[in-house]
């Protein structure tokens, strides 16, 4: 018997996501396997894969699809990887939990560190954070768009299309792929916001829901991830805006780290704050970046 319907996207990494959700569903709840329905769920993001999400609608390409049929009452729930999931959402929908965060960085392919690339090379990725980072510590390169899910980017790879691209490390030891590439340290390549972060969202006024939801919670995770898209928030960025962050807690004590950049990679500004998470840490380090931001980072945040 079905007792709740989780709506996901239908890639491989979506559906081990949803799967993991599932899982900790039916322990927490003592549910057997078959409790709990994976409705995947097409999105545009999934069928456009020939330009940059920025150019055609952002983040909600990846949201939009799964929003309307949880609020239509087609499903109970909706797993999302949260770095996809733009910063101000429906009033009717509330993030109800989030799983244990799994690796934050990022991993190089095609080579074992930035020094290791060849002069010019030519590296595919999609991410303006990504393309700013690159270009600040290695103008040379040559980066070009590359999409799709993870095998379509190392196929891509593979036939030479790029000489190396960027992938989340979660994703790949997720899919079971964790020997592809080199991670990079945090302090090399600060991650987007909410990478590594699985999030479950319901609708905002199903108080069944969301106490089922909620009991999977990892409150650190949520913690931190509130933190860093709150950053995200203050800054008012958007798919364009090359912006990086991570949060960490230990203790009572959140500590947040940002970063912004010039498109090009060309200014690069650094900071952090620490506080209680329920401190409006995200406005403050938002303030202090852009004070001491050139007008080419600047332009690009409404805050």
């Known amino acids: 018997m079905v007792e709740f ?15 993991m ?14 409790a709990v329905e994976l409705v995947v769920i097409r999105t545009t993001g999934d ?31 909706a797993v ?15 993030i109800a939990a989030m799983l244990p965060r799994a690796d934050v960085r990022d991993r190089l392919i095609g080579a074992e560190s930035l020094d290791d690339l060849t002069p010019g090379a030519v590296v595919g990725t999609s991410s303006p954070r990504r393309r700013a980072q690159l270009l600040a510590v290695r103008p040379d390169l040559r980066i070009v768009l590359l999409r799709g899910n993870v ?53 905002a006024d199903d108080d069944a829901a969301h106490a089922r939801v909620g009991a999977i919670d990892d409150a650190a995770t949520h913690a931190c991830v509130a933190a860093e898209r709150a950053l995200l928030a ?17 203790g ?6 940002g970063e912004l950049l010039a498109e090009d990679g060309s200014a690069r500004i650094e900071g952090f704050v620490e506080g209680v998470a329920t401190d409006d840490l995200g406005a403050a380090l938002a303030a202090d970046l852009l004070a001491r931001a050139p007008e080419a980072v600047r332009r690009l945040f409404a805050a």
């Not at 599932?22 to 322990?27: E, H, M, Q």
């Not at 999302?80 to 009033?91: A, G, L």
């Not at 000489?163 to 899919?175: F, I, K």
């Open 5 to 19: 319907r989780l709506g996901t996207r239908g890639s491989p990494l979506a559906l081990t996501q949803a799967r």
């Open 151 to 203: 095998e379509t980017r190392l196929a891509k790879l593979a036939a030479g299309e790029v000489d190396a691209t960027l992938l989340a490390a979660a994703g790949l030891d997720r899919l079971g792929r964790g020997e592809v590439g080199h991670a990079l340290a945090t302090d090399a390549m600060l991650p987007a916001p909410a990478q590594g972060a699985v999030g479950i969202e319901v609708r």
């Open 21 to 34: 959700v599932r899982a900790a569903l039916c322990t927490a709840h003592g549910w057997a396997e078959d």
């Open 234 to 250: 203050a800054l008012k960025a958007d798919c364009h805006s090359p912006v990086a962050a991570l949060a960490a807690l230990a």
């Open 80 to 94: 999302h990887s949260m770095k996809d999931v733009e910063t101000v959402r429906p009033t009717a929908i509330r």
């Open 252 to 257: 009572e004590t959140l500590v947040l780290r």
């Open 47 to 77: 069928r456009v894969q020939d330009r940059a999400l920025a150019e055609i609608g952002g983040k909600a390409l990846w949201t939009k699809e799964l929003d309307r049929a949880l609020l239509a009452g087609e499903i109970d729930a």
